[in-house]
């Protein structure tokens, strides 16, 4: 009975377009840098308004269906040696969780199509200009939080529950002083 049904399903027509509309449609989500949109300078809440300055990632959903529950992590983290080459940060040994920017939690958010959010990636602030913060939860993961000036590569991966997952390389080039953050995309 179970193989007539298989054979009747295939052979429907309706399923098919089906399947074709729902794939034409799917969520498709592009993490990317705007330079427009990556810079933010306000005051950093926990630290009374001190002056911060925001790096932020874009993430775009290019679909026509919404992108259920995406989610943004940090992934990797190497760090420039002597030569130029990028190794493995010593105190990366999990992801992290980042936070969609202008939330007050670290939950996953629906991403409309074609309006863009930002996802918080990392900050310099004023009372601290040599330390370079990534905007993630803070539990004991085993995770470096705090980053002094040099040169970052950092995978960031966005997922959803009906959307591919994405995956982006960025430069973070971090000078020190608290607004001295530069960043790039990277095509791997």
Same mark, same amino acid.
């Given at each position: 009975m179970e193989? @007539?049904?298989? @054979?009747?399903?295939f052979l429907n027509p309706f399923a098919w377009m089906s399947k074709g509309i729902k794939y034409?449609?799917?969520?498709?989500?592009?993490?990317?840098?705007d330079p427009n949109e990556t810079y933010h300078t306000r005051g950093v809440i926990e630290q009374n308004n001190t002056p911060g300055f925001f790096c932020h990632v874009m993430v775009k959903n290019e679909g026509k269906d919404i992108a259920e529950n995406c989610r943004g992590r940090v992934i990797d983290i190497? %760090? +420039?040696d002597e030569s130029g080459n990028f190794i493995k940060h010593n105190m990366f040994s999990a992801p992290m969780i980042l936070k969609w920017a202008h939330e007050s939690d670290y939950e996953p958010r /629906? %991403? +409309? !199509? /074609?309006? !863009?959010r930002r996802l918080d990636l990392c900050y310099g602030m004023q009372v601290q200009p040599n330390n370079?913060? %990534?905007f993630t939860i803070h539990k004991p993961d085993g995770n470096l939080k705090v980053y002094p000036p040099g040169k970052y590569k950092i995978k960031v991966r966005v997922d959803s529950d009906n959307a591919s997952t994405v995956d982006q390389h960025f430069i973070i080039d971090f000078k020190g002083g608290w607004n001295q953050i530069s960043r790039s995309s990277v095509h791997t």
């Amino acid at each position: 009975m179970e193989l @007539i049904l298989s @054979i009747l399903s295939f052979l429907n027509p309706f399923a098919w377009m089906s399947k074709g509309i729902k794939y034409y449609r799917r969520p498709n989500l592009v993490v990317y840098f705007d330079p427009n949109e990556t810079y933010h300078t306000r005051g950093v809440i926990e630290q009374n308004n001190t002056p911060g300055f925001f790096c932020h990632v874009m993430v775009k959903n290019e679909g026509k269906d919404i992108a259920e529950n995406c989610r943004g992590r940090v992934i990797d983290i190497q %760090i +420039e040696d002597e030569s130029g080459n990028f190794i493995k940060h010593n105190m990366f040994s999990a992801p992290m969780i980042l936070k969609w920017a202008h939330e007050s939690d670290y939950e996953p958010r /629906d %991403i +409309e !199509p /074609d309006l !863009p959010r930002r996802l918080d990636l990392c900050y310099g602030m004023q009372v601290q200009p040599n330390n370079l913060f %990534i905007f993630t939860i803070h539990k004991p993961d085993g995770n470096l939080k705090v980053y002094p000036p040099g040169k970052y590569k950092i995978k960031v991966r966005v997922d959803s529950d009906n959307a591919s997952t994405v995956d982006q390389h960025f430069i973070i080039d971090f000078k020190g002083g608290w607004n001295q953050i530069s960043r790039s995309s990277v095509h791997t």
